[in-house]
């Protein structure tokens, strides 16, 4: 089975610049995550798809960051402007359903992640 | 509002020694917790723990879950050079991890 892919493995801008992530889910999950994890510190959530619906977004700065999920599949992150501040591991997730709105059972909580895009801004 | 601690922050055993890493969470609407170990890439899955009392087990690997204090804690036997990573607990709720417990065994 095909893991969640990640693109690019790396990127390195200037502040002020901008940059685009790309995630692909593992086939038929309908839960998409985007998390940031800065040196140091556990991931944090940004935003939570189910299919292409939005289901939490408060943590994601929206003045400088976007993510879209059009078709319920692919999602693309972007930062536009960026600051020094951006720089961290930009971390896709994926699961089969929302362990939240479902009773847990073995399969619903696990979030299987994809490699990472390390950002670094300069 | 919801959080996840974690501790120790970092921890520094030899090989063969016993560790035990502790979660500790506040959460409205609790259902699970789980246990994810994150090496030079992303976390992978070890536990997942939705009932107070009851030890799961991987290898040398365990993990309890005590709902009325509200802890997790992962214990890991005998540990090996490859044990080396940062242990992260997270809550699905929201998906909030902790900041993570870096182990490091030295051989």
């Known amino acids: 089975e095909a893991g969640v892919a990640q693109s690019p493995r790396y990127k390195i801008i200037e502040k002020r610049q901008s940059v685009a992530f790309w995630c692909n889910p593992i086939?038929?999950?309908?839960?998409l995550y985007w998390y940031q994890q800065i040196l140091g510190q556990g991931p944090k959530l940004l935003i939570q798809?189910?299919?292409?619906?939005?289901?939490?977004d408060s943590q994601l700065p929206k003045d400088r960051f976007s993510a879209e999920r059009l078709k319920g599949v692919d999602s693309t992150l972007k930062i536009q402007p960026a600051k020094l501040e951006d720089s961290a591991v930009y971390l896709c997730?994926?699961?089969?359903?929302?362990?939240?709105?479902?009773?847990?059972?073995?399969?619903?909580?696990?979030?299987?992640f994809g490699e990472g895009s390390r950002l670094t801004v300069l | 509002e919801d959080k996840v601690v974690q501790s120790p922050l970092s921890l520094v055993v030899h090989e063969g020694d016993t560790v035990t890493l502790n979660c500790s969470y506040e959460?409205?609407?609790?259902?699970?917790l789980l246990w994810y170990k994150q090496e030079k890439k992303a976390p992978t899955f070890l536990f997942m723990l939705?009932?107070?009392?009851i030890e799961k087990k991987s290898g040398r690997l365990s993990s309890i879950l005590d709902k009325k204090e509200l802890f997790s804690i992962l214990n890991i036997t005998a540990t090996q050079t490859g044990d080396s990573a940062v242990y992260l607990c997270?809550?699905?709720?929201?998906?909030?991890f902790g900041t993570g417990t870096r182990l490091k065994v030295l051989a």
């Open positions: 997730a994926s699961s089969l359903r929302d362990a939240f709105l479902r009773a847990p059972s073995p399969n619903t909580g696990e979030l299987f």
């Open positions: 086939s038929g999950h309908a839960t």
């Open positions: 798809f189910q299919n292409n619906g939005v289901v939490d």
């Open positions: 959460v409205t609407n609790f259902r699970s």
């Open positions: 939705t009932s107070s009392g």
């Open positions: 997270a809550i699905p709720r929201k998906y909030i």
